[in-house]
């Protein structure tokens, strides 16, 4: 939908030698960059159009959404990481799908509407300064903490 060679992914992070032959062979495109780890992300944040989380297994708290959030980016996930991350509601401060369909159809969506990306790069810093960041979550683990000892 968006042409053969109108994108680019990056898939960062050490996972893709664990990932089975065939799907690797799926990925060998000029369009997709197998980065592996990366020293720093903070470029990689700031320049991407979207956070695609598409990880499906139910799996506690995704650190990687909430810096995703840090930054502003957009984030597109699978149902399974707002398991844990309950403050994020699809279609307010991010889209999150139940199917790979799901997930490449939103990334459609915000990149061909750069209004729609930044409203939700918007919403995404503005939920982490309120659920996120360090003052709040300081609070909310002090607080968590003070009513388990009393």
Known sequence: KLGKN????????????????????LLDRPSIRIRGF???IDDDFLSADALLVPTPIK??????????FAYGVTVVTHAA????????IHEQNSLIGE??????????RI??????????ENASRELFEKFFNA???????????SHKFI
């Open 135 to 145: 003052p709040v979550a300081v609070k909310q683990i002090l607080r968590l903490f």
């Open 111 to 120: 990149i061909k509407d750069k209004a729609l990306q930044r409203k939700f």
């Open 6 to 25: 109108n994108f680019e992914i990056h898939i960062i992070g050490r996972g893709y030698d664990g990932l089975p032959h065939d799907l690797k062979k």
């Open 81 to 88: 990481n707002s398991i844990n991350i309950t403050e994020m």
């Open 99 to 108: 199917s790979g369909e799901d997930l490449a159809n939103a990334l459609i």
């Open 38 to 40: 990366v020293e720093s």
């Open 59 to 68: 799996l506690g708290f995704r650190v990687r959404i909430v810096t995703g």
